[in-house]
């Protein structure tokens, strides 16, 4: 989770439980804003968003990044990524 909000410029997390739910926002790796609400969901779980900084070189491979975010979708088939607007697939172990 570290990585994730060093190499976001904005981030948001969201745990959910059954009775309340947690809100937290990162600028820039910064806790900039935190709210918990007294409500409950029948859906439990963690909802991570964020908007990847500029961080790289200019020879930052786009693909490379790509195939490294389905290697993670591999490794947690439950994770929903989106990238880019698009829903990742996991890498079939095949073109692993």
Excluded: Y
Aim: aromatic fraction near 6%; charge should be positive.
């Amino acid at each position: 989770m570290s990585l994730i909000n060093v190499m976001c410029s904005e981030l948001t997390v969201i745990a959910q439980k059954s009775d309340k739910r947690l809100r937290m926002s990162f600028r820039n790796g910064v806790l900039c804003d935190q709210e918990v609400l007294q409500e409950g969901a029948e859906r439990t779980g963690n909802t991570i968003s964020g908007t990847v900084a500029v961080l790289f070189s200019q020879n930052f491979d786009v693909a490379v990044f790509a195939h490294w975010l389905r290697c993670v979708k591999a490794t947690s088939p439950s994770l929903r990524l989106l990238f880019n607007g698009q829903e990742v697939q996991a890498v079939s172990k095949t073109s692993a």
